[in-house]
């Protein structure tokens, strides 16, 4: 932490209050009824004016009781695409009492959005959902979190700041278009490996007499014993392709994100035609291999890619 932070930090108020647009409106009046009490000298007008003032101060104490006693955290997803919505859920909780009119959102600008809560319980965890966006590839440092409530007039939006940092990758944008590499030549941004001939990964085709050189491993014993000789599992022959997709720079520009978005596109087409995925990019190895968790890992390689430490920019 820098000691502009620091600095900042230790100057910042514990609540920060706006005032709405409704809030506006009823000062001006506020102030009118004021004017007219001083210059008439009216008693009634001056009772009218207290009863707004005092409406003014219940606000203030009432919202404090809503932020007071709150607590949060953030739920963070596997990961996000780019410029894409997602969800980011935020767990609260109260000591006791109860909270109205809660509204959840990032400090300091870092994702645009908000989730709401109309009510939160004592012992009652709350989860809300806030859709997202975030705009740019790459880890993603989260410091603050911000509970605001217009509880209980909607005159002023009181705040309170919390410190909890998380990270969140940023995988890259999706909607890339992408040709996939053909099994006679490969491809300049991966090479394909050879084929593995898995005999017995595919469908049952029926069962066949065993050959004398065959692999007495594929016998099917009980329908071999009904019979009296041997008979072998005939399964549909799969062959299943390897790639090993590679990037070769690492500088931060429009390339590297074109290199990156492509490189993501080309492995959820090629995982999705049945086929092992790698990848080698910025002196990382992650073997070929095929799943949702696997397709994830290589988005994470992806997201971190061009970025020295999380968090912080090369």
């Not at 102030?31 to 007219?36: D, F, Q």
């Not at 009781?65 to 919505?85: K, S, T, W, Y």
């Not at 999706?174 to 053909?182: A, D, S, V």
Request: hydrophobic letters at 40%.
């Amino acid at each position: 932490m820098t000691w502009r932070e620091r600095w900042r930090r230790w100057l910042r108020p514990p609540r920060t209050l706006k005032i709405t647009r409704i809030g506006r409106t009823y000062l001006v009046i506020t102030l009118g009824v004021g004017l007219g009490a001083l210059n008439t000298g009216n008693n009634l007008l001056y009772l009218v004016l207290g009863f707004l003032l005092s409406i003014i101060v219940l606000s203030g104490v009432l919202s404090e009781r809503v932020i007071r006693d709150l607590a949060v955290r953030r739920l963070l997803p596997d990961g996000a695409f780019a410029q894409e919505p997602f969800a980011l859920r935020y767990e609260v909780t109260r000591a006791e009492g109860r909270a109205f009119a809660v509204k959840v959102s990032e400090g300091e600008g870092a994702l645009a959005g908000w989730a709401w809560i109309p009510t939160v319980l004592a012992g009652q965890p709350v989860v809300a959902r806030a859709d997202v966006v975030a705009p740019r590839r790459g880890p993603l440092r989260l410091k603050e979190v911000q509970l605001s409530t217009f509880f209980p007039f909607g005159l002023f939006e009181k705040s309170r700041t919390f410190e909890l940092e998380d990270l969140l990758l940023v995988w890259p944008r999706r909607g890339f278009t992408c040709t996939p590499p053909q099994a006679d030549h490969g491809r300049q941004a991966g090479e394909l490996g050879n084929q593995r001939h898995r005999d017995g990964s595919g469908d049952v085709q029926g069962l066949r007499e065993l050959g004398e050189l065959e692999d007495a491993r594929r016998v099917h014993w009980k329908k071999s014993a009904s019979v009296g000789k041997l008979l072998k599992v005939e399964r549909e022959r799969e062959d299943k392709k390897q790639f090993t997709l590679r990037i070769g720079s690492e500088v931060p520009g429009d390339q590297l994100e074109r290199d990156c978005e492509e490189t993501a596109a080309l492995t959820n087409r090629l995982l999705s035609e049945g086929g092992d995925v790698g990848l080698e990019a910025g002196g990382r190895k992650i073997r070929p291999g095929s799943g949702p968790g696997h397709e994830k890992r290589i988005l994470s390689a992806l997201a971190m890619l061009g970025y020295a430490l999380p968090g912080r920019e090369r």
